[in-house]
């Protein structure tokens, strides 16, 4: 219940049509949640009607299809826990993001549910294009930053494209997930942050 | 046409059976070779027969599946491309056989055919072990050694897990392949042997 600016409560519930916006942040949040449970499995445009209370025609409109409705409400089911810290130490800050990111993979439904999408979009034009759209584009933009931030600061050679060093860190989680001839497990996390941070070599004399 | 011990010359074609193992060569020559000219489609048993001069009845008896007589094929065909050098300077191997490994995915139908290979066994547990079986663990296993050679000489630390960073180079160049946000070229491959080699952060004082 908000107040309006003479201080008088507005119905924004139960009453009335609420604002688009919230709408569509109430049946995202509802499609993270049904995906971190349960995976794509059951996942129907009927099930989130039902769940969220929205109809199926206005669904619809703003998801043209159940892909994109999906990558939509993982996105967003996943943000906070895939939050980039800012300690100011780089390091640290992508060491608790990508346990976090593991923490995800191995605890939940959503190791599997991207592996599918990742799968399926190999074959599916559309669906690869929505997966770069609605999910990784914007996942390897907030990594972006947060490098450009530990550029700015000193912390990583100037001259470093940070978008490869998204490749050698995430990517190298989703080379796992996708072909496990290997586990994806905490040793590989912080292995894969050594490497990169500190380089394969001997130190320079 | 071989010569036996007394120096006549011994029929090994046309007349007689061929041994098992030189067939079995010939029909992974001539599966790798169907696979870089046209990729998967069209790769069938009866065109495999067809081409190879060997029954099929005998080609199901070594291969159970298309997926495996593709992988086994695939690995075979790309084995003199993707082999590692050893000049003795493990950065200088690396970026060779790296180069190799892009100009194969860029340049004839094996990238699309990794990638769809890779995609189909998200959803196909059979196909997915014979994907390591057949293809990927073997292809971990040459590069492993490559760097245990190197570890050996002094040039890359030797506390380092080599295969995270098998995973750090060609898995980072997979995940571009999988999930084309950025494009797979021979910058990339450059920035990621300078990453994992000399490190991303600043050189120590």
Redesign the interface.
């Known amino acids: 219940m908000a107040n309006d600016i003479d201080g008088a409560p507005v119905a924004r519930h139960g009453r009335g049509r609420r604002p688009a916006d919230e709408v569509r942040a109430d049946v995202l949040h509802t499609v993270g949640d049904l995906l971190l449970r349960r995976g794509l499995t059951g996942l129907t445009f009927e099930c989130v009607a039902r769940e969220s209370g929205v109809s199926k025609t206005t669904l619809y409109k703003w998801w043209p299809s159940l892909g994109a409705l999906a990558l939509d409400g993982y996105f967003h089911g996943v943000q906070d826990t895939l939050a980039f810290p800012d300690t100011g130490d780089v ?1 640290a800050d992508v060491t608790t993001q990508l346990h976090q990111f593991l923490g995800l993979m191995t605890t939940t439904p959503a190791g599997r549910l991207l ?2 999408l ?6 599916d034009p559309d669906l ?1 294009r929505e ?2 759209r609605l999910y ?2 914007g996942r ?1 933009q907030l990594a972006a930053d947060r490098f450009r931030i530990a550029q700015r600061a ?4 100037s001259e ?2 940070v ?3 998204i ?2 860190l ?7 997930l ?5 586990p994806v497990n905490a ?2 996390v912080d ?2 942050i050594e ?10 004399p």
Chains 1, 2 share one sequence.
């Open positions: 390091r592996a599918e990742i799968g399926r979009s190999q074959t690869a997966y770069r990784s584009s390897r000193g912390q990583i050679r470093i494209d978008r490869v060093v490749d050698q995430w990517g190298a989680m989703y080379h796992r996708l072909v496990p001839d290997e040793d590989f292995a894969l490497n990169v941070f500190a380089g394969i070599t001997p130190a320079r």
